[in-house]
């Protein structure tokens, strides 16, 4: 959706145009009455259409074109043309939701000035119309560990006041399902939530995103801010805000009103803030990338949102969640969890939180050996997938053991192993492990191991009998 759509009954000027619009780079179609352009629109939505008033041999002039166009496709930008000394009607069709007019003869300098500006106004809007995209219908948020249950027991806390809320926490440890919670929980649930990803929009195109433009006519694409109104305007991870922006955040913070770009009167809005950020604000504030007074304004109840090793209980729980998550929106097998596999993805470590753990169980049912239930062996780290998905620090068992336990298990497996390594020489084995042989037979004693003349090892411990045969 980035071409042009010229429709002119007089062929020389649609070719005119489209020439001067094609050597500047824009992709271009063309039609010459009312009919072919409908079909044009209805085909593929064009980024910018430009369309004269006057159509002869047409079903439809081009105001009634324009009033179709509004109705039916509002996102896309007309532009004008209207003959010499046809002011008014310029004007009837402005009123009507033109973007702009051009009137005949147009030199090309003052045509590309429109276009240009046109093709500006459709990025942005498909821009917000993305950021809105995301905006989905709050998550369930889940827990029951000691760290979560504070979280909410904060959350609940300012979701009635109008407060300005800075979550800090790790990437993916659930912000913005905090701001979500805090928003669908407020009297403002009924308003919008826009979330603004301060590290995902150019710096160059941030004040147009958030603040909306005006053209010198007076059409106006209204921005983020005043698409949150109402409602609760989200700047997740706000460190990354261009300075120039913060300046003026500051001051739509201080008196709730702004310019949009071009514009001359100042627009009212009735918001609030969340804001979100994984790194340290002070140290920002040090490196004079973030301005001191906008931390103030913004930091007014700080929260912390607990990283997922901090809430490990959480995780059995959490698995189940996504897993019926996923069963529900693509379809993949509803499996449960064996309490192996359970307690070893919670040993695991998650340095991108409860995203990467739902990655995880997303791979794991799509790729998975899909019988019940889901085994250690099918998770990272067990398979040899990437050493970030979360290293393995303890096996399965071991994890839901106490220490002494866990101890005796480690070095039985651990011993067992390197026996079978040597293919039972206790000698060789005792030489590796750094033991005296006869310590070593000691040691094998006292675990349950029994060492069975030339090769063989016995245990009363079946798992790990099965383990040394295999
Ligand atoms: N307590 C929770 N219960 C259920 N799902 C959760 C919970 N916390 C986080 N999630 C899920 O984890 C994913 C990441 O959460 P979210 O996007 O809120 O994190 P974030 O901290 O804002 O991340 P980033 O800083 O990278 O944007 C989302 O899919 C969210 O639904």
């Not at 042009?4 to 063309?30: K, P």
């Not at 609940?156 to 979550?167: A, E, I």
């Not at 993916?172 to 009924?190: M, Q, T, W």
């Not at 958030?210 to 209204?222: A, D, I, K, N, Q």
């Amino acid at each position: 959706m980035s071409d042009i759509l010229i429709v002119d009954d007089e062929r020389d000027i649609r070719e005119l145009i489209s020439d001067i619009l094609q050597d500047e780079g824009y992709t271009t179609r063309l039609a010459g009455n009312s009919d072919d352009a409908m079909a044009e629109i209805a085909g593929e939505q064009p980024a910018l259409l430009i369309l004269d008033i006057w159509l002869k041999d047409s079903r439809m002039d081009g105001i009634d074109i324009l009033k179709t166009v509004k109705r039916d496709y509002p996102d896309v930008p007309v532009v004008i043309i209207s003959g010499h000394g046809n002011i008014e009607i310029a004007v009837a069709a402005i009123k009507q939701g033109a973007y702009d007019f051009i009137e005949k003869p147009f030199n090309i300098d003052q045509l590309m000035v429109v276009i240009r500006r046109g093709m500006e106004t459709s990025r942005l809007r498909r821009e917000n119309q993305a950021l809105k995209r995301r905006d989905t219908t709050p998550a369930e948020m889940l827990g029951d560990s000691p760290a979560f249950r504070t979280l909410i027991g904060q959350l609940d806390k300012v979701t009635k006041s109008n407060g300005r809320v800075m979550l800090s926490g790790p990437a993916g440890s659930g912000k913005e399902l905090a701001a979500r919670y805090i928003h669908a929980n407020s009297n403002r649930a009924d308003a919008p939530f826009v979330s603004v990803g301060c590290a995902s929009i150019e710096a160059d195109r941030m004040e147009e995103v958030l603040f909306g433009r005006e053209s010198e006519e007076g059409g106006v694409t209204p921005g983020l801010l005043e698409e949150a109104n109402r409602g609760v305007i989200y700047f997740d991870e706000v460190a990354d805000m261009p300075p120039g922006t913060q300046s003026k955040i500051l001051r739509v913070l201080v008196d709730q009103t702004f310019l949009r770009v071009g514009g001359s009167e100042k627009v009212q809005v009735d918001l609030r803030v969340i804001s979100s950020t994984s790194r340290d604000l002070e140290a920002e504030i040090a490196a004079d990338r973030f301005r001191r007074e906008l931390f103030h304004r913004l930091n007014v109840v700080p929260i912390t949102v607990p990283s997922l090793e901090e809430r490990r209980e959480d995780i059995p729980a959490l698995a189940d969640h996504f897993i019926q998550m996923f069963n529900k929106t693509q379809g993949l097998p509803l499996r449960s969890v064996s309490n192996e596999a359970a307690a070893l993805l919670q040993t695991m470590r998650w340095p991108g939180n409860v995203r990467q753990m739902r990655n995880v169980i997303e791979r794991v049912l799509i790729l998975g050996e899909g019988a019940d239930p889901i085994q250690v062996r099918e998770l990272p780290g067990e398979t040899g997938a990437s050493a970030d998905e979360g290293r393995v620090v303890l096996s399965g068992a071991i994890a839901t053991m106490a220490l002494r336990e866990a101890r005796e298990a480690f070095e039985r497996e651990y011993l067992l192993t390197q026996i079978n390594r040597f293919g039972g020489n206790i000698s060789r084995t005792a030489e590796f492990v750094g033991m005296e042989r006869s310590a070593l037979h000691r040691k094998l004693k006292s675990l349950g191991v029994v060492t069975s003349g030339k090769g063989g090892v016995r245990n009363g411990d079946e798992d790990a009998q099965e383990q040394a045969a295999g």
